[in-house]
């Protein structure tokens, strides 16, 4: 079956612009996460939704991120008024249980 | 709070030679404990992952790894190293299926003939 699926695959963006960041998670996978991957570190936490409920913002780094998963499928990771720092690797994983598996990643960059 | 350390973020070994890639985490309750292995320009692949059981696990391409509790450690290991294990290895740990995973800085693993 296919795996996590995300797009683009890279987005550069001028300062200022909005961006948005689509994931497909695998099939009937009820959980959904985003995390932030700058160049060098371990990815960090975003955001989880289960189902189509946001059970957990607490890493969105500020009010510019919002993200959605309106049907419980789909997820868009939207970013406004991107920032130079915003320049990462935003990776999606889904899950069933403990296990989580990663998409390929949307590689960002803020010029 | 609970964070995950991975000594040493380069790690160069020879080919045949083993590899010892080391993890520790803090909490005072034991975690799931994931190793994940990341290509360049591609997402994160599961290795191996300890839950509950055996202490000693296996994973896909010849790596294992032992859950240590009064080490509080996670180490991942192989016995002889080949060219194509060249790529970045991440520890993570959550604390029950379904929460967020908190990852170590990486460890690059470099293989030289």
Same mark, same amino acid.
């Given at each position: 079956g296919a795996g996590v699926s995300q797009s683009p695959r890279y987005k550069v963006a001028k300062r200022g612009q909005d961006v948005a960041l689509r994931c497909d998670p695998i099939s009937g996978h009820v959980s959904l996460f985003w995390y932030q991957q700058a160049l060098g570190?371990?990815?960090?936490?975003?955001?989880?939704? =289960?189902? +189509?409920?946001?059970?957990?913002?607490?890493?969105?780094? %500020?009010?510019?991120?919002?993200?959605?998963?309106?049907? #419980?499928?789909?997820?868009?990771l939207k970013i406004q008024?991107? =920032?130079? +720092?915003?320049?990462?690797?935003y990776l999606c994983a889904? %899950?069933?249980?403990?296990?989580?598996?990663?998409?390929? #990643?949307?590689?960002?960059?803020?010029? | 709070a609970q964070s995950v350390t991975q000594l040493g973020s380069h790690v160069s070994v020879s080919e045949g030679a083993l590899v010892l890639l080391r993890c520790n985490y803090s909490s005072s309750v034991p975690p799931y404990l994931f190793w994940y292995v990341q290509y360049p320009n591609q997402g994160l692949q599961l290795l191996l992952k300890y839950t509950t059981g055996a202490t000693l696990v296996k994973g896909i391409?010849?790596?294992?790894?032992?859950?240590?509790?009064?080490?509080t450690s996670?180490?991942?290991?192989?016995?002889?190293?080949?060219?194509?294990?060249?790529?970045?290895?991440?520890?993570?740990?959550?604390?029950g299926g379904g929460n967020k995973?908190?990852?170590g800085?990486?460890?690059?693993?470099?293989?030289e003939l």
């Amino acid at each position: 079956g296919a795996g996590v699926s995300q797009s683009p695959r890279y987005k550069v963006a001028k300062r200022g612009q909005d961006v948005a960041l689509r994931c497909d998670p695998i099939s009937g996978h009820v959980s959904l996460f985003w995390y932030q991957q700058a160049l060098g570190q371990g990815p960090e936490f975003l955001t989880y939704f =289960q189902n +189509e409920a946001q059970l957990d913002k607490s890493g969105l780094p %500020s009010d510019r991120f919002f993200a959605e998963r309106p049907e #419980g499928s789909v997820s868009t990771l939207k970013i406004q008024r991107t =920032q130079q +720092e915003d320049s990462a690797v935003y990776l999606c994983a889904s %899950s069933t249980g403990e296990t989580q598996y990663f998409g390929p #990643g949307t590689r960002l960059l803020v010029l | 709070a609970q964070s995950v350390t991975q000594l040493g973020s380069h790690v160069s070994v020879s080919e045949g030679a083993l590899v010892l890639l080391r993890c520790n985490y803090s909490s005072s309750v034991p975690p799931y404990l994931f190793w994940y292995v990341q290509y360049p320009n591609q997402g994160l692949q599961l290795l191996l992952k300890y839950t509950t059981g055996a202490t000693l696990v296996k994973g896909i391409n010849g790596f294992e790894a032992e859950f240590k509790k009064s080490e509080t450690s996670f180490h991942l290991t192989k016995p002889s190293a080949h060219m194509s294990d060249a790529a970045e290895y991440f520890c993570a740990v959550t604390w029950g299926g379904g929460n967020k995973l908190t990852f170590g800085t990486g460890t690059q693993l470099k293989v030289e003939l």
